[in-house]
């Protein structure tokens, strides 16, 4: 088994402010109780990483596919429980993409994310429903 480097979260010195750290880079955190407060929140950042992950992955696949894209983002909108600890219940990606492209090879780039090369929906999916859908501009 591979270990990874470890990601450390340090507190600001005021309010529920912190700053996580990795070998890569740097984010704030806040919490929902400190209004006004910029960052990212924790579940916002799973959302984040599922969302990252994925992206890379299609945007790399298609590329290889000589796909000739010209816009893409993914979104990623999340049901959470009510009561504590209010978890996702489930999520949905949507894939944004801006092109002439074969919707073949897209549908393809997809499904090979989400069941071979995403380590963040590999981690989620066991726990929590995950659904897609994608839309192709012309």
Request: charged residues 30%; contains cysteine; proline residues 5%.
């Amino acid at each position: 088994m591979a270990t990874t480097d470890p990601v450390t979260i340090s507190w600001k010195r005021e309010g529920l402010l912190f700053e996580g750290r990795s070998a890569n880079g740097r984010v704030d955190l806040v919490s929902s109780l400190d209004e006004g407060a910029e960052g990212v929140r924790p579940m916002e950042m799973l959302a984040l990483s599922l969302g990252g992950c994925t992206a890379m992955d299609v945007l790399s696949i298609l590329r290889k596919m000589r796909q000739p894209i010209e816009a893409f983002r993914v979104e990623v909108k999340g049901e959470k429980a009510e009561d504590h600890p209010k978890r996702y219940t489930s999520l949905e990606v949507v894939y944004y993409f801006k092109g002439v492209l074969d919707e073949a090879k897209v549908r393809r780039a997809i499904d090979l994310s989400e069941t071979r090369y995403c380590s963040v929906e590999a981690t989620l999916r066991p726990a929590v429903p995950i659904t897609s859908r994608y839309v192709i501009e012309p």
